[in-house]
């Protein structure tokens, strides 16, 4: 096959070095978005008067023929071709002629790859955001059922204050909203088209910039020729975005493994999502937990390994950025079924709440209320803290509960206690006193499900 460069030597390449310098194994996933910058390119060369109208058609009906051929299986993407563009010129230059020859007016591929990896990112960007929306109504889903679950907060890994399961579902809403915000974010700073750029420095051709960004939704032209061929800050900004994401799988991830033990028992996966042993008849794992945890140090690596491609390359284009494609896909790929999988396997999980509650009140969570009574009826803060403590080392002893200790024995350390005691440290009582916006408390949860429902209502 005649290469799109080999004018200029007078040697045939190095197979070994061909293969290495290919990219068509990979970048073949560009075919879409290769034909759709491509037809955009003809009809601004039209509109430019660079090609007559029939020329315009004769190159878009085989484009998309094309197009068809690729879907339907009848043209298979090889690898004796370099990369897709020379894939679809050359087969475009078969079907019609010298006309096909004239495709590439104008243009690089060093433009012609940075809208292709523009066009791919922004089609994926919107995908994730789908696979997103749809953890979030789960989530919020789950946060309405459970306003009334009773279950320990942590810190230190040590059982600290009751909270209800909504309030914990609540803070990973709060993580994949802004996940969300990132993607959109990036979205609009990177949705400027390099088209036009050629290989650095702009082309001598009358190209009109605007109409060929307008034709593929772009919100214009960028404004830099070597910038535009040699940004891939929107690559890194993506494998940013996706590594955040799939760290807030991965701790809640590693939170639903602990619950599903059973040391916890605070949840049962289901069977659709767990796995068994090969030899303990017993076991039923949390993989997809355990593998979205270990895939995170994938996407973590692409990251790393993208930042580390474009610290030191000058202006402007150079091969090493062909580094960027299998990176940037491997990431998107994995995150993409990552996140799928999660929202599946928290949706059909199943909570057991009076273990929940059981526990929380098993780990002196209420503690911290039995301190604030005393408060509320005159003693300092402080001696209520060594009372309290005092009362759990005696519970500890007894190997019971705040909620069972008899009120005899409460006034035996303070005789301020009186029998309301325990009502002020039940897990009910304990959750519905906390109502400042973004608390645990009923009133409090039920204005941030509002605005929840509110915001899930504004997304694509």
């Known amino acids: 096959m005649e290469k799109l460069w080999g004018g200029r030597f007078t040697k045939e390449t190095d197979q070994l070095v061909y293969h290495f310098n290919a990219s068509i194994s990979f970048d073949a ?3 879409k978005q290769d034909i759709r910058g491509s037809i955009a ?10 090609l007559t109208e029939e020329e315009r058609d004769q190159i878009i009906n085989g484009l998309n023929g094309i197009l068809k ?5 009848t043209l298979q993407i090889t690898s004796e071709y370099e990369d897709i563009h020379s894939f679809v010129e050359s087969n475009l230059i078969e079907r019609i002629g010298d006309t096909g020859k004239k495709l590439h007016t104008g243009r690089s591929r060093n433009d012609q790859v940075a809208l292709d990896m523009r066009l791919y990112v922004r089609d994926e960007i919107t995908e994730i955001k789908t696979l997103l929306k749809q953890l979030l109504v789960t989530l919020h889903q789950m946060m309405k059922e459970h306003t009334d679950t009773y279950m320990p907060g942590f810190t230190h890994l040590q059982k600290a204050q009751p909270v209800t399961l909504a309030h914990h579902l609540g803070a990973y809403m709060e993580m994949i909203k802004r996940d969300y915000g990132r993607l959109t974010d990036l979205y609009a700073r990177m949705n400027y088209c390099p088209l036009g750029a050629g290989a650095l420095a702009g082309t001598t051709y009358p190209l009109n910039r605007a109409l060929t960004a307008s034709l593929l939704d772009f919100t214009g032209p960028t404004l830099n020729s070597m910038d535009s061929v040699s940004d891939r800050d929107y690559c890194i900004e993506l494998l940013s975005a996706l590594a955040m994401i799939m760290m807030h799988l991965s701790r809640f991830s590693e939170e639903l493994i602990l619950w599903n033990s059973n040391e916890y028992q605070f949840i049962e996966l289901d069977d659709s999502y767990s796995t068994g042993s090969s030899i303990m008849p017993q076991k039923k794992n ?6 979205v945890r270990g895939k995170t140090g994938r996407v973590y690596g692409a990251l790393t390994s993208l930042l580390t491609v474009m610290k030191g ?10 580094e960027d494609k299998e990176l940037t896909f491997d990431a998107i790929d994995t995150a993409k079924g990552c996140i799928a999988l999660f929202t599946g396997m928290l949706s059909t999980m199943s909570v057991n709440r009076e273990r929940m509650e059981a526990s929380a009140k098993n780990g002196f969570t209420n503690a911290t209320d039995a301190a604030d009574y005393l408060v509320n009826h005159g003693v300092p803060f402080r001696d209520a803290h060594g009372i309290v403590g005092q009362l759990v080392l005696l519970c500890i002893d007894k190997q019971i509960a705040l909620d069972d200790l008899p009120l005899e024995e409460y006034q035996a350390v303070c005789p301020v206690f009186q029998e309301d005691i325990y009502q002020a440290i039940s897990m009910e009582e304990c959750v519905k006193k906390r109502n400042t916006i973004g608390a645990p408390g009923n009133e409090a949860m039920k204005q941030v499900i509002a605005v929840n429902e509110a915001y ?4 694509e």
């Not at 051929?69 to 299986?73: A, I, R, S, T, W």
């Not at 899930?456 to 997304?459: E, P, V, Y």
């Open 41 to 50: 390119h003809v009809t601004m060369l039209c509109a430019s008067g660079i």
């Open 313 to 322: 390359i000058p202006l402007a284009y150079n091969k090493d950025m062909q």
């Open 456 to 459: 899930l209502n504004t997304l």
């Open 286 to 291: 949390p993989d997809i937990a355990e593998l």
């Open 29 to 31: 996933r560009f075919y």
């Open 69 to 73: 051929d690729v879907e339907n299986g």
